[in-house]
């Protein structure tokens, strides 16, 4: 190939080319800029129901006994006997004999004053006929007055003698019997410290009982609570004001929860200083009754949840806690399907929802349920039933 075809063939291949790239760019499509179009966001919603609500305040406590007492013997000796139900956890009734203590000395103390008393009769018995024997006497004048006198003297102190006998008598006759100590009333033992062969001192206690009749549970309530319920409070004639609400008292116990119902019987005299709680008392009748089969009796030292069920309000509106973005506002999307922030008019912060007054809502709005990426007063958003729609987190922004 000669030289002259070396310059020629690449010159045509870069013509050839450099006509290829115009022609291109001469029937190229024009394009058109176009703006970005705009996407309404979708967002989870709640109509808006106007209804009654009932107010319940939720607090704690551990059960107690409304009667406990520490059981002491009236008189001292050696334990002879003890029941069987005399042990930590043991059930007994009113009256029933718990424990006995040796009986022979109280028995001797009793013959003894038996023996006094006889005397004492046997001596007013004469003294009274001599003062009648003397009476007649002097009124036919021959008794004398000191006689007469000395007669009533004996036959005052013959009748003194034979009441003192008599009280003598009955000490005795109750000293016997309270070697024999009974329960004072139907309960259960906490705990008890004696056993057969032991001692025991008039006065010193020996067991801790507590009556299984009524058991009740301690509750705080904050003092701003109390508006919502009606309350057993007492006033200074002895008149309760309020009611006696129904409670609802949940605990686990196995592994499962458990549910009783009593009703608040008392408010405590007075708001705790420190806390600003105030006390009041739940009670829950034959806590340990045949009612409890099937499951664990309200026992003393459970701690328990506690549900007060308080007043009822109208014209309220319930909404997930989830749907206040502030403490002061709420997201709705009114009927244009646009989202608005409503100043919230709150009656009640409860622990999974927040009760709303009707006024703070407009025709047509509908409670936003989800938090979204943005939110701007007045954007147009595509409401969806709460549920329907991708949760999505973000700032809000008012506009």
């Not at 705990?191 to 009740?216: I, P, W």
Request: hydrophobic share 45%.
């Amino acid at each position: 190939m000669n030289r002259g075809l070396k310059i020629f063939v690449p010159l045509v291949v870069l013509l050839a080319g450099l006509a290829g790239v115009g022609v291109m760019f001469s029937t190229a499509p024009e394009i058109v800029e176009k703006p970005p179009e705009s996407v309404a966001p979708l967002v989870a919603v709640r109509e808006i129901r106007v209804e009654r609500h009932q107010m319940r305040v939720h607090t704690q406590g551990t059960v107690s006994a409304r009667t406990e007492s520490e059981l002491v013997p009236q008189v001292s000796g050696q334990v002879v006997w003890v029941s069987p139900k005399f042990v930590s956890g043991g059930f007994f009734d009113a009256g029933e004999v718990l424990l006995e203590i040796e009986p022979v000395d109280y028995e001797v103390g009793r013959e003894r004053a038996r023996a006094s008393l006889a005397r004492a009769q046997s001596e007013e018995t004469r003294a009274r006929k001599e003062l009648s024997r003397l009476s007649g006497l002097a009124k036919s004048g021959i008794a004398s007055a000191s006689q007469l006198d000395d007669a009533q003297r004996s036959a005052s102190v013959a009748a003194a003698g034979m009441r003192e006998a008599q009280a003598v008598l009955q000490q005795a006759e109750r000293d016997l019997e309270r070697t024999k100590i009974r329960a004072p009333f139907t309960g259960r033992v906490r705990r008890e410290s004696v056993d057969v062969g032991q001692f025991v001192n008039r006065g010193a206690a020996v067991a801790s009982l507590y009556a299984t009749d009524r058991a009740e549970v301690r509750l705080p309530i904050a003092d701003q609570e109390l508006a919502f319920l009606e309350l057993p409070l007492m006033g200074r004639d002895g008149s309760a004001g309020g009611g006696e609400p129904e409670v609802v008292l949940r605990a686990q116990f196995a592994g499962l929860e458990h549910q009783w119902t009593g009703r608040v019987v008392r408010t405590e005299g007075e708001i705790d200083a420190r806390s600003r709680m105030v006390h009041v008392v739940a009670a829950v009748d034959d806590p340990y009754g045949e009612r409890t089969a099937g499951g664990p009796p309200f026992a003393v030292g459970l701690f328990v949840a506690a549900e007060i069920i308080g007043r009822v309000v109208d014209g309220v509106v319930i909404a997930p806690r989830a749907a206040m973005r502030d403490r002061e506002h709420i997201l709705v999307v009114d009927a244009e399907n646009r989202l608005r922030l409503r100043r919230a008019v709150v009656i009640r912060r409860e622990r999974h929802e927040i009760i709303l007054a009707a006024a703070t809502f407009e025709a047509g709005d509908r409670i936003i349920t989800t938090a979204i990426e943005t939110a701007v007063d007045g954007m147009l958003v595509r409401p969806v039933p709460s549920g329907d729609a991708p949760v999505a987190t973000g700032t809000i922004a008012e506009g």
